[in-house]
């Protein structure tokens, strides 16, 4: 039992169209505090719809999610007080359109914190210089490349101070050109001991910045390990043709 | 041709200037109006609430658990879709009669009673106008602001209505100008609508066309200044799109 475990998941089904589909078949993991922890698997293994379930964005059919202490899947928990707490990174960005970068930064904090404008305006565009995004404080998002985009919606959770940073497939929908300046943001960010759990399909990635590497298919986990173990010798047969494919 | 143009000033003078007949068009348009605001007021209030069950109903439909309020939430779609499909389905100017003659036979005030009727047909159609502006917003934005820890309301509030309303509005000024043109159907519940002072006028003068064709160009002039407006009013949008 690991006791410093920030989430802990319990034999979590999710099943898509009354039954039709089977996106996750009974997962148990667990997510340490400081660690990154990257999913990876083929498409349609149910690695997306694992994370989209650790902050309830996919109601679980059955199972149990634990974040620091508290049972989410409880349908008395208030989720929204503990979504504060998981900031999350999606494939396509979705940053407010109709905001400027700026005021995409400020808005949770300040209706959700109830943080004063200037105090939130000062938070914002000391993240934005970190991610070298200071002078796009005023631009819109569409003003924006795409790599630009997902470092703007990287800060954007990171305004509300989360304990988790939930990553789905965050450099898929980018241009490869674009890739590395969002897994450079993602390697600061894990350096300085953010806990993580990112769900990915760049191998480099989980291979250089990972603490554990979780390879699922058809809705369970096949095989977890560190990183080196998994790549360099994968145990089970499913692993074994996957990480073949991609070299 | 100056006999042409005497007749022409004869029929003028017979249909608009004689027994001040103009008045009769003056008091029709400014019921036409109100009708139209009155119903546009009704019309919009019952839309917003419509789209609001019926876009939270389908939006949750996923996420929520089964419960007893879910199963009440469920009834009021219910009745939502029946409403719509009641009133879409069916003429308007069945629905104003029915409204005049049936529900509120007692009722001494006809143009309230027309505006309610009208306003109740246009509800539905600026509820489907609002939930398909809300629908049309990618869920990625609801996802966005669920995950930043804003409840339902909040997100709809802070990230979905504003961009809604940017979409919506064209199409709700193109509704307003197809219910001023509908109010048209109000002389049959014996309101003196622009359409039904026409009509008055042809009945007294015997003389069909100039108080038609006087109707149908105030129609026209008032339908092109608000068509004018809405596409200054797309322009305006344009411009703060971003």
């Known amino acids: ?247 | 041709m100056a006999e042409w143009f005497a007749s022409v000033k004869a029929e003028f003078e017979l249909n608009f200037i004689k027994a001040d007949r103009w008045e009769y068009l003056v008091t029709g348009l400014g019921n036409t109006l109100l009708l139209t605001l009155v119903a546009l007021i009704v019309g919009v209030l019952i839309g917003i609430v419509v789209a609001a069950v019926r876009s939270t109903y389908d939006k949750t439909a996923e996420t929520a658990r089964p419960s007893f309020g879910r199963r009440v939430f469920g009834f009021f779609n219910g009745l939502c879709k029946v409403y719509l499909t009641v009133v879409r389905g069916t003429p308007v100017v069945v629905q104003v009669m029915i409204f005049f003659y049936v529900i509120f036979a007692a009722a001494k005030d006809g143009t309230m009673v027309a505006a309610l009727a009208f306003g109740i047909n246009s509800g539905a159609y600026v509820a489907e106008i609002i939930r398909g502006g809300i629908m049309s917003i990618d869920n990625g934005q609801f996802e966005a602001g669920r995950s930043l820890g804003f409840n339902y309301l909040q997100t709809m509030r802070y990230i979905i209505v504003p961009q809604t309303i940017k979409n919506v509005l064209p199409s709700l000024m193109n509704e307003f100008i197809a219910l001023l043109k509908e109010t048209s159907v109000a002389g049959y519940v014996a309101v003196q609508d622009l359409t039904k002072a026409g009509d008055i006028i042809r009945s007294r003068t015997y003389s069909a066309f100039m108080p038609l064709i006087a109707v149908a160009l105030i129609y026209l002039a008032v339908v092109m200044f608000f068509t004018w407006l809405v596409g200054k009013l797309e322009r305006r949008l344009r411009a703060s799109d971003h």
Not at chain 1, 29 to 37: F, I, M, N
Not at chain 1, 58 to 78: A, C, Q, Y
Not at chain 1, 83 to 92: E, S, T
């Open chain 1, 1 to 247: 039992m690991i006791t410093d475990a920030i989430i802990t998941v319990e034999g979590l089904y999710k099943e898509f169209g009354h039954g039709k589909v089977h996106a996750l078949n009974g997962v148990d993991a667990q997510v340490r505090k400081g660690e990154v922890l990257v999913v990876i698997g083929p498409s349609g293994s149910g690695k997306s719809t694992f994370l989209r379930c650790l902050n309830l964005l996919e109601l679980p059919t059955k199972g149990k999610i634990t974040f620091e202490g508290v049972d989410i899947t409880d349908s008395r928990v208030n989720i929204n007080i503990h979504r504060q707490k998981m900031g999350m990174v999606f494939q396509h960005f979705n940053l407010f359109p109709n905001m400027t970068v700026l005021k995409n930064l400020t808005l949770a904090p300040r209706k959700l914190k109830g943080m004063a404008q200037q105090a939130a305006d000062e938070k914002a565009m000391a993240l934005l210089a970190r991610v070298g995004l200071a002078d796009r404080a005023d631009a819109y998002p569409n003003q924006l490349s795409g790599g630009q985009k997902q470092r703007i919606a990287i800060v954007r959770a990171l305004a509300m101070d989360p304990e988790v940073m939930l990553f789905d497939e965050p450099t898929s929908a980018l241009d490869p050109e674009m890739v590395g300046e969002v897994l450079e943001v993602m390697k600061a960010l894990a350096r300085e001991g953010m806990t993580m759990v990112v769900v990915t399909h760049e191998m480099g990635f989980a291979r250089e910045v990972a603490d554990r590497v979780m390879f699922m298919d058809e809705g369970k986990v096949m095989e977890e390990n560190t990183p080196e173990n998994l790549f360099g010798n994968p145990q089970t047969q499913r692993a074994q043709e996957f990480l073949s494919k991609l070299l």
